[in-house]
């Protein structure tokens, strides 16, 4: 499934109307609106866990304008914050990613018993069963007896399956 992406507005635009603060990651408007005042942090906190600003009557995650009033180009793909903090909009955090390469950087499930992605408890075998997701398939990497194993089974997987985003 893919995402809808909006098109951004211009990155002319976008500097007329914010300061960004790469040390902090913060996005502030640079004039007065009916949104704000200069020199005030925009956006608001969704319930998603993201910063939204509303440009235009339209809103937009932060992060996404960030990338462009940085780079001056709209995002080739998703944007992933690498330490997976949805408010740290600082750019060394953000980087360019594919759908598959998001989904890599994911949080462990609230539910996971092993508290590693990929790793869980299968009673039928009474093992740690090790599942890694690549080119949108669940591939079984195996079972095993103790849970240090099956972790260092799901990282090896890791390393030969999951691409590394570019910045």
């Known amino acids: 499934m893919s995402r809808e992406?909006?098109?951004?507005?211009s990155q002319k635009v976008l500097r007329e109307l914010f300061t960004y603060d790469?040390?902090?990651?913060?996005?502030?408007?640079r004039i007065s609106t009916g949104r704000g005042r200069a020199g005030q942090e925009a956006g608001w906190l969704h319930v998603?866990?993201?910063?939204?600003?509303?440009?235009?009557?339209t809103s937009?995650?932060?992060?996404?304008?960030?990338?462009?009033?940085?780079?001056?180009t709209d995002p080739k793909?998703?944007?992933?914050?690498?330490?997976?903090?949805?408010?740290?909009?600082?750019?060394?955090?953000?980087?360019?990613?594919?759908?598959?390469?998001?989904?890599?950087?994911?949080?462990t499930y609230r539910n996971n018993l092993s508290g590693h992605k990929g790793v869980g408890w299968y009673?039928?075998?009474?093992?740690?069963?090790?599942?890694?997701?690549?080119d949108g398939r669940v591939r079984l990497v195996g079972f095993y007896a103790d849970l240090p194993t099956a972790i260092a089974a799901r990282?090896?997987?890791e390393q030969q399956f999951h691409i590394q985003a570019k910045n």
């Open 5 to 9: 992406i909006k098109k951004l507005p």
């Open 22 to 29: 790469p040390g902090t990651g913060i996005l502030a408007w």
């Open 48 to 57: 998603s866990g993201y910063v939204y600003v509303g440009v235009v009557d």
């Open 60 to 72: 937009y995650k932060a992060h996404r304008l960030i990338w462009k009033y940085v780079h001056g």
């Open 77 to 107: 793909g998703l944007i992933d914050h690498t330490d997976r903090n949805k408010t740290n909009n600082r750019i060394c955090n953000l980087r360019v990613v594919s759908e598959g390469q998001n989904n890599q950087n994911k949080r």
């Open 123 to 134: 009673p039928r075998r009474n093992a740690w069963r090790v599942r890694i997701q690549h």
């Open 155 to 157: 990282n090896a997987a």
